[in-house]
């Protein structure tokens, strides 16, 4: 194994039931690398990334998280101990104030004091900008602000590679960017990084390489400076066209 390479997925595949929503996947992930997925609405880039913490099965093939291998015993604990997941909807828990969301898992999983914990759920708030809003409840705050605990609360975990389903796509366009700055800010530092988002944007920031997907399969993959310029296939320049 590539010592640098710190997700490796190889042929795979997974259905539900009849309907084959991956095939033959391939895709290898660099230390420090960050990957913009797109595709259009069904083409399966939620079960794909999904896949990568273990929060769905495959059928065939393997992925391999920083040397673990999924199948192996142990190994969905062991690779989302490393990996972080923003989802669209944010999924923060309703009934816990801000803090508390990001205190959770450092005390439970980690083992930190509340006194620790909340020195790291605060550093955490002031990188997303949000100090303010520690003691409130999620319900009280924007989606932006809610998608920045959401991340937040993610880096508590101190994870190696972050994985983002279409963070931006339910809030309000003035929110956007908001949350698009703070995961700039993260690729920068270094974080490993896979995205699925529309944002071009973004993905001509930040992204060292684009994955196109279209019906369940990796279609095209290039630097944005290629995609952008060039397509190589008629379905990623007219997926292209359509959201441009
Ligand atoms: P994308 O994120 O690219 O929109 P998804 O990975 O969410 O695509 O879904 C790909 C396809 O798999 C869609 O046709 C979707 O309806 C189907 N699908 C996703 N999750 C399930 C599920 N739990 N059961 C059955 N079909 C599903
Ligand atoms: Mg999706």
Redesign the pocket.
Known sequence: MNADRVIEIRSLNKS??D?Q?LTNVDLNVSLGERIVIC??????????IRCVNGLEQYDSGGITVDGISLSAPGGVDRVRAEVGMVFQQFNLFPHLTVIENLTLGPMKARGLSRKDADALAMEYLERVKIPEQAQKRPRDLSGGQQQRVAIARSLCMAPKIMLF?EPTSALDPEMISEVLDVMVELARDGMTMLV?THEMGFARKVADRMVF?DG?EIVETGTPAEVFEAPKTQRFKSFLDKIL
Do not use: E
């Open positions: 539900f039931g309907f929503v595709g259009p609405s069904g083409s399966g880039k939620s079960t794909l389903d699925v997907m369940g």
